[in-house]
């Protein structure tokens, strides 16, 4: 058990650490029945593989929706360089351009529909091909794509629409937003 405990440890160390302390307490919760162990390390690094290291934006946060992110990109609405100012421009300024009109279309309009996308390992398993709340997902399909060849074995586009008022940024991009459904 103990080799098996280092491995664990190991491969969640080698993927940027999560869940450390729920890990700890599962680890001791599991050892009585090892495979029931070795099938939630399964469950635990396919989850960080979906999900990533940190948490998508929220309501319950100090995050906006996206209808509204002039409070997180000052001068969103109105600079005409804001694809420039607020964009990624490493990756595409047309991509970037084409986010700030995203959001430009759907400011003050929190209960209209939009498509989202998000890029996932095409290894997932079946179960893991919808967009599910509290995933990280963007409004620009270029840019999920871009996101996507991240991932050395290939990967998917997930898409689905959801309402705007739905999905909230805490800034860090105007790219990135977190699907919170009411």
Do not use: C
């Not at 002039?70 to 607020?86: H, K, Q, T």
């Not at 290894?123 to 709340?133: E, G």
């Not at 689905?160 to 919170?180: A, C």
Request: proline share 3%.
């Amino acid at each position: 058990m103990f080799i098996v405990m280092m491995q664990y440890t190991h491969a969640i160390e080698s993927k940027k650490s999560f869940f450390h302390v729920e890990a700890h307490v599962r680890i001791y919760s599991h050892m009585q029945n090892i495979n029931g162990f070795v099938d939630w390390i399964k469950e635990s690094l396919e989850e960080y593989e979906y999900r990533g290291y940190h948490r998508a934006p929220s309501r319950e946060r100090d995050d906006v929706s996206l209808d509204d992110v002039d409070v997180m990109f000052p001068g969103i609405y109105e600079l005409s360089n804001a694809a420039r100012v607020f964009g990624h421009s490493g990756l595409s300024n047309k991509i970037d351009a084409m986010t700030v009109d995203i959001i430009r279309s759907v400011r003050g309009r929190p209960d209209d529909m939009i498509t989202i996308y998000r890029a996932i390992p095409a290894s997932l398993d079946q179960n893991r091909h919808i967009i599910n709340p509290g995933d990280w997902v963007t409004i620009n399909k270029s840019y999920a794509i871009q996101h996507g060849l991240r991932f050395d074995d290939g990967y998917k586009i997930l898409q689905s629409k959801v309402r705007v008022g739905d999905l909230y940024t805490d800034g860090n991009s105007i790219h990135e937003f977190g699907y919170d459904p009411v």
